[in-house]
């Protein structure tokens, strides 16, 4: 401790999260490493690893010493950063305490359990044997919303969203996707009539996986993505992991698609460049994290809804696909573009069309929520998911469990209250491209000719620079001059299958 | 602990040896993936990570509770493999009790920056930007070896030789080192008068990478590595890493050699398969510990000398030569096995002959010995090592710093007294080999017929499951019926080269 700071308790703070920082490093290097390298028998040691090192990382995050450093720092001099880092301390100080250390590694060994057979059950179908394990995360988690209601006062659902999503509640959530449910199953309906009158030339393959490789770490410069600070990988469901002065993301590849796995590893870049221009100044420090789940999210459906489906991302790909798998009709702007933008209802929730996307999340909304409430249990879930594809999409997926309920990384890891974020993330990214659409109405034909820098300047002031600075709130007022408002997404969606 | 045990304080060294087990584990991928996989700009957040991970397995290691279940344990009913493993701890705990955490800590610090360095420095032929880092690296280590050998009551340089082989004192290395010097030489020239007489085909490139990849695949398929238990990867320097449930190998490719690289792979496999085959059930504990690094580099050497280059194996790998690169007369067994066994002084240590490496580790040793003691200077390197080669070799290395004493990752670890393992690892397997010999007289017709399941089984046997059950000199005169005796590299050599 510097012997002549007028921030004592506050720089003890500081200095104890830099450490957990550091070692959570090796920790997420160790998840993404599982994810995207680890052969099959490491996966008990690699599980026994991690558990033990999430333990001690609760261990460390609910140290006494916090508590009185955290009141006594409120009465320190700090300027705003350090209070915003001050709050946001607090709040996690508060979330590790709700749980016991044995609930903490209790859970870290049932999601690898689960998630490691996942790996293999799903391309099996095998529902029965995922249920095994499931069941036992499922009753962990319950017992963590439970612990972490009481602890916040409010409902357990509610409280695995705050996890994701600080402040957001079911009720919200419930309110947007209602209106969403009100004007977009018309707008699919209508788009699809008028979809079905254009004819699409469709890609012709195979797509050698070397050349799809190429290409999306051509596309990942184009968006700007730091290779000296991250790399590209494969593994069974893409995500983007690591740490935010090394990312790391995943894609996947299919010989007969490549358009699947390049939007992904668009998807991917989005978040990848949140942390990589998340400020360095701050790094280690609660502020200094991405600001949540949904805004994280919006980066990425910026990255890959947004931008990537707009008509001049179509002429600035159109040059890079004919020189990585030869020219073809399919390659020709226009096509491209119809082909990026055709709605077609489908079992995959990371392959579905900009449209079609919410239903799935509404789907497992509708089946999670009650399942962390315990108004249904873990068996009941292939039947909801079953009748709710029907309902929502008019899709059959009956017996078809890996591209059903098994399809999804998430629950596996225990992700409960995750996907919202996704859909709440599609409407702050409609609303940060209307705001930049004020400041470049020419967006389009920049986007055509490579000129990307305003939009990734705007995200960058906006939302990358500013971490957790601000809540959520605060920090769409600031960035756009209002509170979220889900007519941005209705607007944009109407103009570009309407318009 | 268990109410009822009547070893509660061996119990509780157990649980705590296996706590730091799981925490190394995390550390060792992320080594691995630093040296393999990691990005530039993630070095110093790696760095500070790694730092962080070793001074608090330091800690937990020089835990002051440990004292009293060390001395409380040795009078607990303890079996022959936990008063093994109680020997093992307690020597554990001695060694870490010596070095202070800051110590510890710096030298992560210092030794991170400076192979970071290393990595652009070596290709730059810098060894003056080298030298800035390395100074610390040196200054941090003397500090090490001083503290260690006074708490073993031997010389500085002893203290850090023990680090990796216990027991061996630099006294002895000069002895084996002066007999090897007094009849290696002559052997040298003998053999290179003989085989100048006799033509070798040299195989013609390029060998594309993808191509050696494969090869090396297939041929750690035959020498028996579990892919479901390991990775094969590149990096700057090959290296076997990860841990023992999970190993990860690297190798480095050039497209107009394969052949360095495919021994380098066969190296590293036989480190791999010792460590695939330390015993399950002791993993975790000291027991259950790779015996000593001359141990060791016994396996590799006994792959990649030993087994790698009888005439039987050149018959075994010829035709995966072929099927690899297409037939060639170089491939031809008996050319094949010429090319294997062909002596030629070199600048590089891993590419080295047979007859002419341990040069490579004597001139070495002969540095980084009085380098420790502190009567030379990390400047004082570049000029003893030309000395050195000219004299060992007759090769002129001046001003080639890249491929003189820049060429190995090892100074810029820090790992001072590890060189010497790999000359008396090659004492070992040739030790092991006449052993293997006597059981089979027919080796090589086994070798060329693939049937390599004797030498695993009785390699297993003798040292993979024997772990660190027994100190080296019990392990060798159990497995052998003598102490290390050089005369068996001798004969070995003698017959191999001039029979």
Known sequence: MEPDSRTPCYDALVRSFARRHRLDHLLQIAL????ALMPRKGAEARAAAVAEMQAW???????????????????????????????EMERA?????????????????ATSRCEQGWERQRPANDWAGFLENFR?????????????????????????????????????????????????????QKTRERQVR????????????????????????LLGFDFEAGRLDESAHPFSGGVPEDTRLTTRYRDDDFLQSLMATIHETGHARYEQN????????????????????????????????????????APCLGEAFGAQPAFEPDNLHRLLIRVQPGLIRVDADELTYPAHVILRYGIERPL??????????????????????????????????????????????????????ALYAAQW???????????????????????FEWLNAHVWSQASRLPTTELTLSATGSVLDAAHLRRHLEARYLG
Chains 1, 2 share one sequence.
């Open 136 to 188: 036992e995360v499922v009753r962990l988690r319950r017992e963590a919303a439970h612990r972490l209601a009481d602890e916040a006062g409010v409902g357990p659902y509610d409280a695995l969203l705050d996890l994701f999503e600080p402040g957001l509640r079911a009720a919200e959530v419930d309110r947007l996707f209602a209106d969403l449910q009100r004007w977009l199953p018309p707008l699919v």
């Open 32 to 35: 993404w490493d599982r994810a």
């Open 93 to 109: 100080w508060r979330r590790a305490n709700a749980l016991p250390e044995a609930l903490v590694e209790a859970t870290s060994l």
């Open 198 to 221: 254009r004819e699409v030339e469709l890609p012709k393959g195979p797509f050698p996986k070397e050349r799809q490789r190429a290409l999306s770490h051509r596309v990942m410069a």
């Open 433 to 455: 491209f209307a705001a930049i659409r004020v400041r470049d109405p020419h967006l389009d034909r920049d986007v055509a000719a490579g000129r990307l820098d305003g939009v």
């Open 57 to 87: 990382l609760h261990r460390l995050a609910t140290d006494p010493q916090l508590q009185g450093w955290l009141e006594r720092a409120d009465e320190e001099p700090l300027d705003d950063a350090a209070r915003a880092n001050l709050r």
């Open 278 to 317: 998340l400020p360095r100044a701050w790094l280690g420090q609660p502020i200094g994290a991405p600001r949540s789940m949904a805004i994280h999210e919006s980066q990425s459906l910026s990255f890959e809804m947004q931008l990537a489906r707009t008509r001049g991302f179509a002429e600035l790909l």
């Open 372 to 425: 962390i409430e315990g108004s249904i249990e873990a068996d009941d879930i292939p039947e909801l998911w079953d009748e709710g594809l029907a309902r929502l999409l008019g899709i059959d997926t009956r017996g078809n469990f890996r591209d059903g309920c098994l399809q999804d990384v998430h629950w596996s890891e225990g992700l409960f209250g995750y996907f919202p974020c996704y859909t709440i993330g």
